[in-house]
């Protein structure tokens, strides 16, 4: 078994309703959902003309490799009849994978850790919540000290 850490956020629709069921769609597809943080309201990154954000991050456990678990990602998104109106825009659901133990690779498909999650209070706020002491495996720095370096 594997652990592995996922963002969730929701910006369209009903935000909290959208969390919340891809957390019960990940549960019934075996992917075992052992803590969530709270959920962070927040002010949308990259393209700002957009409404505020509904960000979570969870804590998995899974025997899934990081490939399938991406998949069952993308399956989850598709089976909310994911929206998305223009890149790094609006979305009714958006799962990312940004960790995986300590897994570091970087293929089309999949990049591990998420190459941009030290960039992003969104990830990093909620990842506050449950793993301040969690460590990036390429940057060797927890999530405490990218959070505070983020907010200099
Ligand atoms: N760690 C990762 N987590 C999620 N998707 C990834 C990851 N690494 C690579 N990808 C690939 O990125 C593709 C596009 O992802 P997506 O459409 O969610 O991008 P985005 O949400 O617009 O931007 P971003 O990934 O920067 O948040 C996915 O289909 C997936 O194959
Ligand atoms: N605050 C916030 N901003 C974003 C988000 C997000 O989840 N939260 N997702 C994006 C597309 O991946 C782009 N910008």
């Known amino acids: 078994m594997a652990i592995a850490y996922v963002a969730l956020g929701s910006n369209l629709g009903d935000k909290k309703k959208n969390l919340q069921r891809a957390l019960m769609l990940l ?9 969530v943080s709270g959920y962070f309201a927040t002010e949308p990154y990259g393209v700002t003309d957009q409404p505020q954000f ?5 804590k998995v456990r899974t025997n899934l490799e990081p490939v399938a678990l991406l998949r069952t990602l993308l399956a989850t998104e598709l089976a909310m009849g ?3 109106l223009r ?10 994978l940004l960790l995986y133990e300590n897994v570091v690779m970087q293929t089309p498909e999949l990049t591990l850790p998420h190459p941009d999650m030290q960039n992003r209070d969104f990830v990093l706020l ?3 919540d449950i793993a301040p002491e969690l ?6 720095k927890t999530v405490r000290e990218m959070a505070a370096e983020l907010n200099k």
């Open 27 to 35: 549960m019934q597809q075996g992917v075992d959902v052992l803590q």
């Open 54 to 58: 509904l960000n979570a991050v969870c």
């Open 82 to 84: 994911r929206v998305r």
């Open 87 to 96: 890149h790094w825009g609006e979305r009714n659901i958006d799962l990312d």
């Open 126 to 128: 909620p990842l506050l």
């Open 135 to 140: 460590e990036h495996p390429l940057l060797h």
